[in-house]
Nanobody, 115 residues
């Protein structure tokens, strides 16, 4: 059974930083493409960043230069370092794993950025 458990969310002031973690189990983590998505109230879930099994990264425009995705295969964990946070970054952040045509999601962690 695949489990993805996110942590690290919280309340932060604009300009602050947070580091999200997603611990994976039940999956060959080193082979999985991992991603961070977010969903704000009333909006669709959107990609924030993703990282391949070979650590190639993709960022959406809104996260470029502020967010960094990384992975530690020894710990089966993917991270999202978020700097210079803005109120518009407020959302529930979800971890996704993609492997062998299957997608898996975590339960999400709330990030709230106050102005």
């Amino acid at each position: 059974q695949v489990q993805l458990v996110e942590s690290g969310g919280g309340l932060v002031q604009a300009g602050g930083s947070l580091r999200l973690s997603c611990a994976a189990s039940g999956i060959i983590f080193s082979l999985a493409r991992m991603g961070w998505y977010r969903q704000a109230p009333g909006k669709q879930r959107e990609l924030v960043a993703r990282i391949t099994s070979s650590s190639e990264t993709v960022y959406v425009e809104s996260s470029k230069g502020r967010f960094t995705i990384s992975r530690d295969n020894a710990k089966n964990t993917v991270y999202l370092q978020m700097n210079a946070l803005k109120p518009e970054d407020t959302a529930v952040y979800y971890c996704q794993a993609y492997l062998v045509s299957n997608y898996y999601w975590g339960q999400g962690t709330q990030v709230t950025v106050s102005s």
